[in-house]
């Protein structure tokens, strides 16, 4: 992933470290009003989820609020190519063009622009990127199939030392993870040092969808959390708060 690049391009300017937690606010909902204002700078953030409940959107949603506040994004996405995810983003009314030829948003995939996927790309390569060290916020969709499944204790560990290494130098990581495609114990040892642990949910109820985000832990918000945020996507319009469904 770190192959001919250009370092006097503006995509890999310099990182310069955050103090004081990076913003993701947008005027078109109310998500950082009611999940703490700003994402804690140093910091893992865990989302999980099973499969459809929603893990990726919310990455989008944040990843996009975070590059409208002039917050540097790296995206690795394991799910689509490069263009399938900026279509993605472009058919929620969420256009980042502009972001990635500026530098403030960097996407890399699994599977390249469109093409073929790379088999043995693993988490720790991902860690291991330049484009890492030139970022803010490091967003991993989903980190769950990039993890190796035979750790042990001194494995856990390890994996832990080189996320800490990224937080240490300003940066905040977030990880995108199914349980049922990771080892249960690393998994357990992700969510307890994690300073902020999104679950994502979903229930059928009268027919409809009903998706939640629910607030398990939020360390060093800079506002208001609310415990259960409910949520919706409408196409051209993107993410929406359902006001009714916050608790």
């Not at 953030?45 to 919310?58: A, E, F, M, R």
């Not at 042990?152 to 905040?172: A, C, H, P, V, Y």
Request: glycine share 8%.
């Amino acid at each position: 992933m770190s192959d001919g690049i250009d370092t006097d391009d503006p995509m890999f300017a310099a990182h310069k470290p955050v103090e004081d937690g990076y913003p993701f606010v947008l005027e078109t909902d109310s998500l950082a009003d009611s999940m703490g204002s700003r994402l804690p700078n140093r910091s893992i953030y865990v989302v999980q989820g099973d499969v459809g409940s929603g893990k990726s959107l919310i990455s989008q949603r944040l990843s996009f609020g975070l590059a409208e506040n002039d917050v540097k994004v790296l995206v690795i996405t394991t799910e689509l190519t490069t263009r399938g995810w900026i279509e993605q983003m472009e058919s929620i009314g969420y256009g980042v063009t502009e972001f990635i030829r500026t530098g403030q948003l960097m996407v890399f995939s699994r599977f390249g622009t469109i093409a073929e996927a790379l088999p043995d790309v693993g988490i720790q390569q991902v860690l291991e990127s330049e484009a890492v060290s030139k970022a803010d916020i490091i967003i991993i969709d989903s980190a769950s199939s990039l993890m190796p499944d035979d750790l042990d204790d001194n494995g856990r560990f390890k994996m832990m030392q080189n996320l800490r290494r990224i937080t240490s130098e300003g940066r905040s990581v977030m990880l995108c993870v199914d349980e049922n495609e990771m080892d249960s114990k690393l998994l357990h040892t992700l969510r307890a040092s994690s300073e902020i642990v999104l679950d994502m949910k979903t229930a059928m109820i009268g027919g409809d969808i009903k998706r939640n985000i629910v607030v398990t832990r939020y360390l060093r918000a800079a506002g208001p959390v609310q415990s259960s945020i409910g949520w919706r996507v409408e196409p051209s319009m993107g993410f929406i708060v359902d006001i009714t469904a916050v608790s």
